[in-house]
């Protein structure tokens, strides 16, 4: 599932970008924050769906995730869930990529577009014709239902999400004219240029996002053997010794103070 995905999230390298009032910043805090919100919400979503389904009094539709001697999820209910986790995926895609509500932004490239359609295409074929799964077809109709209605519900909570966080990109630059400057008054660019100055003021990246130091701490045990020698500071691709090695010495960086990360030295043991 995660290599079809990865194979057809390649195009999004040839997307449709545009350009946003405030700067989007790639922050690893506010990344890791809006993975969690996706994970978090559609593992919530997903459970509900399926759980749902198993419960149907329509026995028409309904899973059977226990068997018939509590053995385990039957082979079609696997495939409606690998179905269904193939949608999730894919769909999100065009959530993350769109910079307001989905349905307002800018489309994305034929190209993702089409990629994302074919692997859609294909994953219901094996999971309606697949002799190990044979997922019916109004089955299947459910799965695209809910996953139409639930990514468009996704969507307008992470507009609220990031707003929470700060991360509100603001309007999208449709073109790339110049703009007829309108005549103002000193009141009036007085006010937007402190707009500016503020918004500056709230993208500016943290020192902790900023520093690319990187402190080597060597194991115990054999560190003459395994390790450089002792604690090393590494910036910026130079490594200033903190220990007994001495033939780096001429390219070793300046004496770092401030905020930096910290790696442990690889060895087998």
Known sequence: LALLNDVSMIPVAYDNAKATTKPQLPVAKTLVLQSLFYGLVQAGLSLMFIFSMAYSKNDEYALDLYGPNNEGCSNESKGFIWFHLVMVTELMI????????????????????????????LGGLLAGFLQMWTVPGGDIGWIILFNVASF??????????RKMMGEEPGDVIDNDELLTPKTRTETQKTVEKGERYRTHRESIVGEADRCHCVEV???????GFFSLGGDTMMDN??????????????????????????KQVSSPY
């Open 237 to 262: 691709g130079y490594i200033k010794p903190m220990g007994s090695i001495n033939f780096m010495r001429q390219n070793q960086a300046p004496t770092i103070r401030g905020p930096h990360r910290t």
């Open 217 to 223: 701490k060597s194991k115990s045990g054999l560190p």
């Open 152 to 161: 468009l519900v996704v969507d307008l909570m992470k507009l609220q999400f």
């Open 94 to 121: 065009f959530s993350v990529r769109a910079p307001r509500f989905v349905l307002l932004s800018p489309p994305p490239s034929m190209y993702l577009a089409g990629s994302v359609l074919l692997t859609l295409i």
